[in-house]
């Protein structure tokens, strides 16, 4: 068991691996266990607070018309666990954003964070780019993907080449608005 406190959040890994976040002020239901259920699997806590959760963190049915926030993390859910992106390739997948853009959408998620694989994103030589959240925050990055299998070198980079994502299906990326990576 361990835990790790950055700013406002607190990550507890529990004795039976499951994950804890605790943030100030408390969020009732905020909890990676929680996570599916957020996400579209039944949650028992049907309190306001847990219906003002799920609206802030539900995913637009329409991406097309989504604002660019939405469609980026759109994106960023669809890496699997293991993989990891670049803030480049999120940017160009969106169609029209900056990878710097994707980076202020990582910056601006917060009580999304449970829902969004944010960790997933990484810069361009597949080292880990630094975030406001405190000296820290860097670490708190490597441990989920470590913890997701993902390895680092010495020099703290990740083989883009064995653990980088290919992107979403072309069909979907066709069907909500998104552009296809060109190679």
């Known amino acids: 068991a361990w835990h790790l406190t950055f700013g406002e959040c607190t990550i507890e890994r529990g004795e039976s691996g499951s994950y804890k976040t605790h943030m100030t002020p408390p969020i009732p239901i905020f909890s990676l266990e929680n996570y599916l259920g957020i996400m579209g699997q039944e949650v028992e806590d049907e309190s306001p607070s847990t219906q003002i959760l799920k609206d802030a963190v539900k ?77 820290l925050a860097g670490e708190k ?26 992107g979403p299906d072309p069909g979907w990326l066709d069907e909500h608005g998104f552009h296809r990576l060109t190679r």
């Open 141 to 166: 990055q490597r441990i989920l993907l470590e913890e997701e299998g993902v390895e680092f070198s010495d020099a703290g980079k990740i083989d883009l080449r064995e653990y980088g994502w290919d």
């Open 59 to 135: 995913e637009p049915s329409d991406l097309y018309n989504a604002n660019r926030h939405q469609r980026i993390y759109a994106l960023i859910r669809r890496i699997a666990p293991g993989r990891v992106s670049t803030y480049g390739q999120i940017a160009a997948l969106e169609g029209t954003s900056t990878a710097r853009m994707v980076g202020a959408a990582l910056r601006d998620l917060g009580i999304r964070e449970g829902t969004v694989p944010w960790q997933r994103v990484v810069n361009s030589m597949g080292k880990i780019s630094a975030r406001g959240d405190g000296p």
